[in-house]
T-cell receptor, first 115, second 114 residues
Framework: KQEVTQIPAALSVPEGENLVLNCSFTDSAIYNLQWFRQDPGKGLTSLLLIQSSQREQTSGRLNASLDKSSGRSTLYIAASQPGDSATYLCAVNYAGGTSYGKLTFGQGTILTVHP | KAGVTQTPRYLIKTRGQQVTLSCSPISGHRSVSWYQQTPGQGLQFLFEYFSETQRNKGNFPGRFSGRQFSNSRSEMNVSTLELGDSALYLC?????????????FGNGTRLTVT
């Protein structure tokens, strides 16, 4: 079964810390892996998309890595800020067919950054 | 550029009723996907539409259906509502036919079934 798991379920850190969120997936045959952010009561905001052929992607203070052989991805957030507080979701677009809109999501990591 | 628009934002329905949710994708995006989000099950894929055709369907009963119009706008319908259908329903659009095009989500429709 194609699944996605995120660890930890929740994380609380003081402002300024660097932190790592983890994501694991069960099948290495993927098109891409995407990281999203969700604020309470809102939809998802796309943060980074890593293609199957890539090892990492960077955007500002965010860096995401992908290791297909081990079925793992990490999201690194540098110099965390209170505004980073949100739920972070990892989603995998498993290979097969042409349905690129079907993502399998992890349960998310609830991040709280306190001043 | 306007984002993905979902209407209505909130809905309260009674068991046994039916409901229709609407989604307008980003201009130029021709693929629309629908997801259900609940505290217990998380985000689950419902279905995906492209060029008015359903391209994929998740593991949901036949009470859940959808369609896409020629302007790429999409609707989903849930018939004979059950309490367990209470959820946040999210719509996402992407550039169709492009494998590594990120999904852009709307803010969702919060459905409460009483």
């Amino acid at each position: 079964k194609q699944e996605v798991t995120q660890i930890p379920a929740a994380l609380s850190v003081p402002e300024g810390e660097n932190l790592v969120l983890n994501c694991s997936f069960t099948d290495s045959a993927i098109y891409n892996l995407q990281w999203f952010r969700q604020d309470p009561g809102k939809g998802l905001t796309s943060l980074l998309l890593i293609q199957s052929s890539q090892r990492e992607q960077t955007s500002g203070r965010l860096n995401a890595s992908l290791d297909k052989s081990s079925g793992r991805s990490t999201l690194y957030i540098a110099a965390s800020q209170p505004g980073d507080s949100a739920t972070y979701l990892c989603a995998v677009n498993y290979a097969g067919g042409t349905s690129y809109g079907k993502l399998t999501f992890g349960q998310g990591t609830i991040l709280t950054v306190h001043p | 550029k306007a984002g993905v628009t979902q209407t209505p934002r909130y809905l309260i329905k009674t068991r046994g009723q039916q409901v229709t949710l609407s989604c307008s994708p980003i201009s130029g995006h021709r693929s629309v996907s629908w997801y259900q989000q609940t505290p217990g099950q998380g985000l689950q894929f419902l279905f995906e539409y492209f060029s008015e055709t359903q391209r994929n369907k998740g593991n949901f009963p036949g009470r859940f259906s959808g369609r896409q119009f020629s302007n790429s706008r999409s609707e989903m319908n849930v018939s004979t509502l059950e309490l367990g259908d209470s959820a946040l329903y999210l719509c996402a659009s992407s550039v169709a036919g492009v494998r590594n095009s990120p999904l852009h989500f709307g803010n969702g429709t919060r459905l409460t079934v009483t």
